[in-house]
Each structure stands twice: as structure tokens, then as C-alpha cells.
Nanobody
Framework: QVQLQESGPGLVKPSQTLSLTCTVSGGSILTNYYSWTWIRQPPGKGLEWMGVIRSDGSTYYSPSLKSRISISRDTSKNQFSLQLSSMTPEDTAVYYC????????????????WGQGTQVTVSL
């Protein structure tokens, strides 16, 4: 059973870059046909798919975030990471890492495995 755990700062100042890490256990991020993604949920709003890194290392990002987002991985630690630059209060949300088998999808509800989520607040 794949398990995911997010880690990173809970508070970020405006204009700073957010860095979050997802540690994967129970499976390898190199396993063929798995997609590893970041999803967020602002307060009072729905889930927003942010981007994905596939098992082959290729990445795809939401067009609305493409200028600010980067997803990378550390295969030696079985981790993948999110960087989101130029943070504003509108980026305040619970951030989740998630995974699914086979084709990645922009619909967050299609993901099979989820971390518990981490609250990120953007404020001075």
C-alpha cells in the first residue's frame, strides 16, 4: 500500500517561494505507470490540481500555475517536491501530495493515494 506524507513550512511570507516535500513509502516513485501529483484546497473552495511528475520524470503543470510551479524528485530518498514561487495570500491552502496508477489526470478525485495534507498560510 502506497503511503504519502507531506512536509514543509506552515507559514510563508508574500513573494517567497514555497517548498514542500512528499515522502513516499510502500512503493517506489520509479515504479512504471505511476503518477505523483500535488493538489491544493484553499479555504472554502474545491480541490485544485497543480501538477504531476510521472515515473519517467516528465512533468506537467496546470496552465494557471505554469509560470510559478516546479515539481522535482529525489529518487535516492523516494521523495518528490513542489516549489511555488511568488506566493500571495491567495495561495493559502491545504496542500496534498497524491498518486495514481496509469494515466495522470487533472481531476483530483481520480487519485488513489493521498497524504494527510499540510496547511500553508501566506502572511506577513
Amino acid at each position: 500500500q502506497v503511503q504519502l506524507q507531506e512536509s514543509g513550512p506552515g507559514l510563508v511570507k508574500p513573494s517567497q517561494t514555497l517548498s514542500l516535500t512528499c515522502t513516499v513509502s510502500g512503493g517506489s516513485i520509479l515504479t512504471n505507470y505511476y503518477s505523483w501529483t500535488w493538489i491544493r484546497q484553499p479555504p472554502g473552495k474545491g480541490l485544485e490540481w497543480m501538477g504531476v511528475i510521472r515515473s519517467d520524470g516528465s512533468t506537467y503543470y496546470s496552465p494557471s500555475l505554469k509560470s510559478r510551479i516546479s515539481i522535482s524528485r529525489d529518487t535516492s530518498k523516494n521523495q518528490f517536491s513542489l516549489q511555488l514561487s511568488s506566493m500571495t495570500p491567495e495561495d493559502t491552502a491545504v496542500y496534498y501530495c497524491a498518486a495514481k496508477r496509469f494515466t495522470w489526470h487533472i481531476d483530483p478525485t481520480r487519485y488513489d493515494y493521498w497524504g494527510q495534507g499540510t496547511q500553508v498560510t501566506v502572511s506577513l
